[in-house]
């Protein structure tokens, strides 16, 4: 059996939500169908997956890895009708961050404190790569049940 860092299997669960989230936009029959929201629904599949996207790129990429990515919460939420292929952009440049810095960070570097306050808390490195995951992988979740709801 093989030994893997922790920001080693971190970089390949993110990059593997990304993935699946590409995978889920590609999914959706009709294009519009990922701006809808009813109900209770506060937030549509193009949203979360911009979101995702916004986050990792954020967080990994500007925050970690200083790329100079800015970021535009709120737009993540408000933007609609954005073309299928302009999300599936952006997460594409979010899986090509995650290899880039987490493949710069050793394990030592995780446990020292991520340099931004999460609701005013304060993570390790490595605390907060595995909330990051969680995070990914609890919006893929919604975008799947989403899709499923539309099209059953």
Same mark, same amino acid.
Request: charged share 25%.
């Given at each position: 059996?093989?030994? !893997?860092?922790?920001?080693? =299997? *971190? =970089?390949?669960?993110? =990059? +593997?939500? $990304?993935?699946?989230?590409?995978? !889920?936009?590609?999914?959706?029959?009709?294009? +519009?169908?990922?701006?809808?929201? !009813?109900? +209770?629904? #506060?937030? =549509?599949? &193009?949203?979360?997956?911009?979101?995702?996207?916004?986050?990792?790129?954020?967080?990994?990429?500007?925050?970690? &890895?200083?790329? &100079?990515? @800015?970021? +535009?919460?709120?737009?993540?939420?408000?933007?609609?009708? *954005?073309?299928?292929?302009?999300? *599936?952009?952006?997460?594409?440049?979010?899986?090509? @961050?995650?290899?880039?810095?987490?493949? #710069?960070?050793?394990?030592?570097?995780?446990?020292? !404190?991520?340099?931004?306050? *999460?609701?005013?808390?304060?993570?390790?490195? #490595?605390?907060?790569?595995?909330?990051?995951?969680?995070?990914?992988?609890?919006?893929? &979740?919604?975008?799947?049940?989403?899709?499923?709801? $539309?099209?059953?």
């Amino acid at each position: 059996m093989t030994t !893997e860092s922790t920001v080693s =299997s *971190i =970089s390949k669960l993110l =990059s +593997d939500g $990304l993935q699946k989230t590409i995978a !889920e936009v590609e999914l959706y029959k009709n294009e +519009d169908a990922l701006w809808i929201k !009813e109900g +209770d629904i #506060n937030n =549509s599949a &193009g949203n979360l997956a911009l979101h995702i996207a916004g986050a990792v790129n954020h967080f990994v990429g500007a925050v970690l &890895g200083q790329n &100079g990515f @800015v970021r +535009d919460r709120e737009k993540e939420f408000s933007l609609r009708g *954005i073309a299928r292929e302009e999300i *599936i952009s952006q997460l594409k440049k979010a899986m090509e @961050v995650v290899p880039v810095v987490l493949g #710069n960070l050793t394990d030592e570097d995780t446990f020292r !404190e991520f340099p931004e306050k *999460i609701g005013g808390n304060v993570f390790s490195v #490595n605390l907060f790569l595995i909330k990051l995951v969680g995070h990914v992988n609890y919006h893929l &979740g919604q975008i799947n049940y989403h899709r499923r709801l $539309l099209q059953s």
